[in-house]
C-alpha cells in the first residue's frame, strides 16, 4: 500500500509561483510513475504533468513551460513547480502514483487559488 500527501497550496497572485510537494510512504519500491493531477470546479479531473521513475516526464499544453515536475527519490517526494501562474490554474491539486497492475493511489488534494 502507498499513502501520499501533498502540501505547499495556498493562494497566489497570477505571474507568481508555488511550489507542490507530493510525499509518499509505504510500498514505495511498487511505485512505477508519480503525476500530478488537477480539477477545477465544474470540471473533469486532468493530468498536469506525469514523471516515470526513468525521469521521463511530460506536461498538458496549457502548463508546458511554466511548471516543472521534479523528484527526489532519497526523500521519497515528487514536487511541482509552478511559475506564471494564470487564474485558470486554480484548482484542487492531486498527486498520484502508478502501481502495478493497473492500481492506483491518490493524495487528499492541496486547494491553488490564483488571484488576477
Known amino acids: 500500500q502507498v499513502q501520499l500527501v501533498e502540501s505547499g497550496g495556498g493562494l497566489a497572485q497570477a505571474g507568481g509561483s508555488l511550489r507542490l510537494s507530493c510525499a509518499a510512504s509505504?510500498?514505495?519500491?511498487?511505485?512505477?510513475?508519480m503525476a500530478w493531477y488537477r480539477q477545477a470546479p465544474g470540471k473533469q479531473r486532468e493530468l498536469v504533468a506525469r514523471i516515470t521513475n526513468g525521469g521521463s516526464t511530460n506536461y498538458a499544453d496549457s502548463v508546458k513551460g511554466r511548471f516543472t515536475i521534479s523528484r527526489d527519490n532519497a526523500k521519497n517526494t515528487v514536487y511541482l513547480q509552478m511559475n506564471s501562474l494564470k487564474p485558470e490554474d486554480t484548482a484542487v491539486y492531486y498527486c498520484?502514483?502508478?502501481?502495478?497492475?493497473?492500481?492506483?493511489?491518490w493524495g487528499q488534494g492541496t486547494q491553488v487559488t490564483v488571484s488576477s
Open positions: 498520484k502514483a502508478d502501481l502495478p497492475y493497473y492500481r492506483d493511489a
Open positions: 509505504g510500498n514505495i519500491f511498487s511505485i512505477a510513475a
